[in-house]
């Protein structure tokens, strides 16, 4: 039995326009237009963060009063101060043995403060941030 290989039917039709195919081509970017494009973001993105500075951190008028508790076993230090024209008060526990160690006196202490101060100035400063992206959206 023998096939008879069929021949594919082919239909012209002609139109009243001609037809182009336009060809664009994308090349990858090379390694020096991505440093160009970097350097460029990088200059952007400074620029904007030097728009946005905020020069108000003033600590001042530091006082403190330390005093033992009732139960005899620990001692309280109250830290008072101005933080940006704010009147802010700290309150510290210290226990005996911190009390008769002066470096771990004063490291507790210190990290105490660090840590109160540092949250005052992040809600201040957040604050003021979302202040100013506040006005510069409503313009």
Not at 49 to 69: A, T
Not at 99 to 112: Q, T, V
Not at 115 to 137: A, Q, S
């Amino acid at each position: 039995m023998f096939f008879k290989k069929k021949e594919p039917i082919i239909i012209t039709e002609h139109v009243p326009f001609e037809k182009s195919v336009t060809i664009h081509e994308h090349k990858a970017p090379t390694d020096e237009s991505i440093k160009l494009y970097e350097e460029l973001r990088e200059k952007a993105l400074r620029s904007c963060v030097n728009w946005g500075q905020i020069n108000n951190n003033l600590l001042e008028d530091v006082r403190y009063i330390s005093y033992e508790e009732t139960n005899g076993f620990s001692k309280r230090v109250k830290i008072v101060f101005k933080i940006n024209g704010r009147e802010e008060m700290m309150d510290v526990s210290l226990s005996t043995r911190e009390m008769n160690d002066p470096s771990a006196f004063g490291i507790r202490l210190y990290s105490e403060m660090i840590t109160y101060i540092t949250n005052l100035l992040l809600k201040g400063i957040g604050k003021e941030m979302i202040d100013d992206v506040r006005k510069t959206f409503t313009r």
